[in-house]
């Protein structure tokens, strides 16, 4: 599990950075994240699962939001996969931090 404030030196492309492609890294500074990752194998050009599970903390003592982003069985890149789940964090987080 990692844990730290939010920013696009993480390893991973997904729930921590909310990277939209290239160097638009969209981010919220101070936000702390925890997340687990997962990734299997692809075969016949289908990777079988890339997910991201992760608490991230609202910002002015908001509460946290729980999240989890599972695709399976995508022909598409682990990059592109990365960016989705990506997104749809930043989605999340945005629906609720600026209520």
């Given at each position: 599990?990692?844990?730290?404030?939010?920013?696009?030196s993480?390893?991973?492309g997904r729930v921590s950075v909310w990277c939209t492609g290239g160097s638009d890294c969209r981010r919220s500074?101070?936000?702390?994240?925890?997340?687990?990752t997962g990734t299997t194998g692809?075969?016949?050009g289908f990777n079988g699962s890339t997910?991201?599970?992760?608490?991230?903390?609202?910002?002015e003592n908001a509460g946290r939001l729980a999240i989890a982003v599972?695709?399976?069985g995508s022909s598409r890149s682990e990059a592109v996969r990365e960016k989705v789940i990506a997104q749809i964090a930043r989605a999340a987080f945005?629906?609720?931090?600026?209520?």
């Open positions: 599990m990692r844990i730290g404030t939010m920013d696009c993480f390893g991973s500074s101070g936000t702390i994240v925890a997340h687990k692809t075969v016949q997910n991201d599970v992760g608490v991230i903390t609202l910002p599972y695709i399976k945005d629906a609720y931090a600026l209520q």
